[in-house]
């Protein structure tokens, strides 16, 4: 497994795995706990250990129940002073503003509730999520100063940022050098980064997120292979690896230390592992290509109708296919919520009634 450093100081893999967890993808967040049943720790704590005896040590939290599943899996392994660690908190700016307290304050409740369920009360590092939220320059200034207090009463190691917008982190990160983790959407069709950040002077590492959502959030590009005239689209391309391929080729990028995939299968798992020990070959780019060639084919209708037939199984990027398919089409789109007791009925039912209006206009294979 490839490694690089964080801060120049913390080696990690050059792949790290997200959060999210099977039960993640029902849409229970911070309010509605998702549920954190035996059998499905069990699994995640054999996910967990196959990936770090293959060499993966980064892995990422967000939300209050993901940090519960990752903690309840890697307790029973005793790995947790060999992993690299990663906590954030979410609306600083926009939270804090809606609940009447500081940005400090409520970095300071996020942090102390997860400290509480990590094994060994700290984190490796700490970031502040979605910072383009409601950001404020000044109220920034602040939190970093609380996240230094953080670190230096051994609550974390290394602090840094997520965002959306590239542009906006590259005027954050010159601004605030002391920013040492840097986290920024990433792809083979996204290259804003490389806009933003190629000319970055400062110390700064980066991790590179949604490396597999090329289009529409919340849904993979490699969905299209769900398509029947696939490999048509693709043109003899076609690639049961290919999200590996999509990971290396990231990972190409000098400036890139790790890149975070959300895991839930032993295949995904597999793809991962393979993405952080190796290069991109030639073929692999040219497989890759053609995948941007068949998601934008036809204002990218074919490839909304592959990430509408996604299985119930995933309800999340069930939900984000269909809902992206209707409003190419300017089809109603009834907002079907993901964890109400008839969800997966009422998903189901509008996804046979959507592919069959596009089947009608003849935009399905």
């Keep these: 497994m490839d490694h690089a450093l964080i801060a120049g100081k913390h080696r990690v893999s050059r792949v790290g795995i997200g959060g999210h967890y099977t039960k993640m ?99 490796d590092s700490f970031m502040i999520n979605a910072i383009d939220e409601g950001y404020d320059e000044a109220a920034c200034g602040q939190v970093l100063g609380t996240l230094e207090q953080r670190r230096q009463a051994g609550d974390l190691d290394v602090f840094g940022f997520s965002c959306h917008d590239h542009v ?15 986290m920024l959407a990433y792809n083979y069709k996204n290259r804003r980064f490389e806009q933003a950040f190629g000319t970055y002077p400062g110390q700064a590492s980066f991790v590179a997120m949604k490396p597999l959502i090329w289009y529409e959030y919340g849904v993979p590009f490699n969905r299209i292979d769900l398509l029947p005239n696939a ?17 290396q080729w990231v990972n190409s990028h000098e400036q890139i230390t790790t890149c975070v995939c959300a895991i839930n299968t032993s295949e995904e798992l597999d793809q991962l592992i393979d993405a952080g020990n190796g290069p991109l070959t030639a073929r692999g780019e040219e497989e890759l290509a053609a995948y941007m060639r ?60 959507i592919l069959l209006e596009a089947l009608k206009r003849g935009l399905t294979a």
């Design 294 to 353: 068949a998601l934008e084919q036809d204002d990218h209708i074919p490839f909304l109708v592959a990430a509408a037939m996604c299985g119930p199984e995933n309800r999340r990027s069930l939900q984000f296919g269909l809902a992206n398919l209707a409003k190419a089409l300017h089809y109603p789109y009834p907002a079907i919520p993901l964890n109400a007791p008839d969800t997966d009925a009422r998903l189901l039912a509008y996804q046979q009634e």
């Design 231 to 247: 490999d048509e689209l693709l043109g003899g391309f076609h690639a049961d690896d290919i999200a590996t391929k999509a990971v």
């Design 168 to 182: 906006l982190a590259r005027r954050i990160a010159d601004a605030f050098p002391e920013f040492a983790l840097i």
């Design 25 to 123: 993808e029902e849409g229970r967040y911070e309010e509605r706990y998702a549920e954190l049943n035996p059998e499905e720790i069990s699994a995640r704590t054999s996910l967990i250990e196959r990936a770090f005896e293959a060499g993966i040590t980064y892995y990422d939290t967000t939300w209050r129940n993901e940090v519960d599943m990752l903690a309840e899996s890697i307790r029973p392994l005793g790995i947790r002073d060999q992993l690299f660690i990663n906590g954030m908190v979410l609306g600083t700016f926009t939270g804090s503003a809606a609940t009447g307290i500081s940005p400090s304050d409520y970095l300071n409740r996020w942090m102390d509730e997860r400290l509480r369920v990590i094994p060994g009360g700290r984190f």
